[in-house]
């Protein structure tokens, strides 16, 4: 039984005069959009192993630069591990978990 002293979590004010609650919402699956789910179609077609060799690229490709005294490039290069590590994360939660599991398509 959930503690009644929390505060029930709406979508937005519409759904909550309407009495429709986070949790109900997650539990139903509310289906993802089409731009969503074909954004995933394609990502999940790529292996985890692949975004973090492109971590590790974008590192190497960085130190590089920077020996050769592009720093400024060095810079801007070696911001890009960080997201493609999150993509791989993304990517990995997409497949063991399934973004849509209670969509008709999936």
Do not use: C
Request: zero cysteines; glycine letters at 10%; hydrophobic letters at 40%.
């Amino acid at each position: 039984m959930p503690n009644e002293n929390l505060k029930t979590l709406y979508v937005d004010e519409k759904e909550e005069q309407r009495g429709v609650r986070m949790e109900d919402k997650v539990r139903s699956g509310v289906a993802e959009g089409r731009f969503t789910g074909a954004i995933e179609s394609q990502t999940s077609k790529i292996p985890s192993s692949g975004y973090l060799a492109a971590a590790f690229g974008a590192i190497t490709a960085s130190a590089i630069l920077k020996i050769v005294g592009k720093d400024d490039w060095a810079l801007f290069v070696g911001q890009w591990p960080a997201a493609f590590l999150l993509m791989g994360v993304y990517n990995k939660m997409v497949k063991q978990h399934g973004s849509d599991a209670y969509s008709k398509a999936a």
